[in-house]
């Protein structure tokens, strides 16, 4: 076709302007020539080039392993980020708890970014139980968001107890964000004209991960009094995910008050769905004394963005394509080769957690299922004063905001830059 269209402008240039002495258009003895380039051999370097691409590809695709996880590193990610202009929508289970409220506010600033692949009408959603869900969600988003707002078009008031009522709530959405442990309300009323069926209906709000996030909200013995309960709300979740048929992608946060990863892994094996699983060192699995806390940022916006920026490290593995059918592989086996991660003292900061969940969407391919080890090193920057590294998260001047929905993120994106 290049060719083809090369020979035709040619015509028409000789047509148009006769050949003279000195004129940089002539006939070569192997194709046309345009000055000192020739068409055709472009032509071939161009499917030499993409020969080469494709080739590349069929072999990294080929690629296999014995094991269920494996190390792999990705130079180009394939995420949200990918395919800008096919707008992807996104919900948050529990929005309305301090990491789930933070992880909404940054993709609904997201979804208003060109670039992102995050968007939709009436997106992102927050899944929640009751009304106290969309009232704690606008409280986050108008202190760390400059007064942002999520409207009734946002919200989605669901009966946890009835996977079809959650999933006619999910239809049309892409990807999903659910945590394992989270705060739980019991005895809330149902919020009128949305699922009950008795003026007195109660219902349980749930919050990712805790509902003020001030670390002492949720203790080691409620977790294992109620940990039937938050096994059901997490079930219902990836089930209803499953039944609304546009679900593609998982991303599931392990809270600090998880005791243990297999159950909920064996959940996500079952479900067949893709999935990003999130846990950090101070996650409580396997771990001795009291359960470890994520801390809140004082005074935080969106303009400070990532807090701990040379603390943060990753480890991460991808399950093989087909490592639910390999011999002997039960379903919740990659919970026991999870990486292994530095059990440093550092505080791991909400905003940092949902800034890496929220770019994990934009970076990563939605196709492949994975898991990522946050670990943090490092004092608690807030504690060294203004003297300390602290200086550099406090900005003389206000930093321009209007392009990034969150401030420092590409340092986020370039840690995910070798997961695959």
Known sequence: MLDGWLAAAYARQRRQRPCQPGLDWRMAEHGWMVGNFCPLSISLLLSTFVGSLKNAAQSSGARSTNSALFMSASSKPRGSAAT????????????????????????????????????????????????????????????????????????????????????????????????????????????????????????????????????????????????????????????????????????????????????????????????????????????????????????????????????????????????LSKPGYDAGDWASSLPELKRDNADIYREDIAALAVQSMLSLDWDTSRVIGLSCSGKDDEEEGDSGSAGRFRPSKPPKSDREWCMKSKLVADLLSVVN
């Open 84 to 323: 800008p202009l096919d707008k992807k929508s996104i919900a948050v289970f529990g929005g309305g708890g301090s990491l789930g409220g933070t992880i909404f506010g940054y993709l609904q600033r997201a979804s208003n970014l060109y670039g992102t692949g995050i968007g939709g009408a009436a997106m992102p959603r927050n899944i929640c139980a009751c009304s106290e869900g969309s009232l704690r969600l606008n409280s986050i988003l108008s202190k760390g968001f400059k007064l942002a707002f999520a409207g009734e078009q946002h919200m989605r008031l669901v009966d946890m107890s009835d996977v079809e009522h959650v999933a006619e709530r999910l239809k049309g959405v892409d990807a999903v964000v659910v945590g394992t442990v989270c705060q739980l309300e019991p005895g809330r009323a149902v919020t009128g004209n949305t699922y009950e069926k008795t003026p007195n209906d109660k219902t349980t709000e749930f919050f990712l991960d805790e509902k003020r996030g001030f670390g002492d909200e949720i203790s080691a013995q409620e977790v294992e009094e109620q940990l039937d309960v938050h096994l059901n709300l997490f079930q219902t979740a990836i089930d209803a995910c499953k039944l609304a048929g546009s679900v593609k992608h998982v991303v599931v946060l392990e809270t600090p008050y998880t005791p243990s990863t297999e159950p909920f892994a064996k959940i996500l094996d079952i479900s067949g769905l893709k999935f990003t699983y999130i846990y950090t060192n101070a996650s409580a699995g396997g771990s001795e004394g009291p359960l470890p806390q994520w801390i809140q940022c004082k005074d935080w916006t969106f303009e400070r963005g990532v807090q701990n920026i040379d603390g943060m490290s990753l480890e991460s593995a991808a399950l093989g394509g087909n490592y």
